[in-house]
């Protein structure tokens, strides 16, 4: 059974850009959620899609965004970007996400900002 | 506000001996613990949950406890092993919100030959 698949793994951008990510589940999974790490602020919440909804957010600004497809595959959005929005950015999937339901992470999208 | 905390950043163990790695939470709501594991730049690896109902949960080499009362879990990893040596983030969430999960800051676990 496949992954969390995340992509792309690397990313360049500049100030001022917007940057779209993508996160296939494992096959079966309809909740996904995404994160950011930072060396400064470690891994924190932005949001999480089910059945096509955010259903749950994270304090962070609406220049992030993201979106759930039929299929369950997910994007998340960075407009203007920041220097600070570099970061790692993970991708988790669950059957459902809720009561105790681990969840399965991607490797990541690495965005660096210039 | 840090909810979830590990006070000890970095961690050193012999091969073979026991490795001990703590948390601390203050939000009463937490009802499922769980740890990661993680390399750096890819993403963390389930490891072992308890949920708030329990205080002892094992799966081989590693055994999670959680103690209510003090709002404090750990993870015991017996014996270490090299490949052990990894960050290592204790994390939690509330009833209904499994996916909105609250991390610590994590501990660089080392295990030395």
């Known amino acids: 059974k496949a992954g969390v698949t995340q992509t792309p793994r690397y990313l360049i951008k500049t100030r001022g850009q917007q940057v779209t990510l993508s996160c296939s589940p494992i096959s079966g999974h309809r909740s996904v959620s995404w994160y950011q790490q930072t060396p400064g602020q470690g891994l924190q919440f932005l949001f999480e899609?089910?059945?096509?909804?955010?259903?749950n957010k994270g304090n962070f600004p609406g220049r992030f965004s993201g979106r759930q497809f039929s299929n369950s595959r997910s994007e998340m959005n960075v407009s203007t970007l920041e220097l600070g929005d570099s970061a790692l950015y993970l991708c988790?999937?669950?059957?459902?996400?809720?009561?105790?339901?681990?969840?399965?992470f991607g490797s990541g999208t690495q965005l660096s900002v210039l | 506000d840090q909810q979830v905390k590990q006070n000890s950043p970095s961690l050193s163990v012999q091969e073979g001996r026991i490795s001990i790695l703590n948390c601390d939470y203050t939000?009463?709501?937490?009802?499922?613990f769980l740890w990661y594991k993680k390399y750096p730049a890819e993403g963390p690896t389930f490891l072992i949950s308890i949920s708030s109902i329990k205080d002892k949960n094992e799966d081989g080499r590693f055994t999670v406890f959680l103690n209510k009362s003090a709002k404090h879990l750990s993870l015991h990893i017996v014996p270490s092993q090299p490949g052990d040596s990894a960050v290592y983030f204790c994390a939690a969430s509330a009833s209904g919100t499994a996916s909105k999960l609250t991390f610590g800051t994590g501990t660089r676990l080392q295990v030395t030959l």
């Open positions: 939000n009463s709501m937490f009802d499922y």
């Open positions: 899609y089910f059945s096509e909804t955010q259903r």
């Open positions: 988790a999937s669950s059957l459902a996400g809720t009561s105790n339901e681990k969840l399965f």
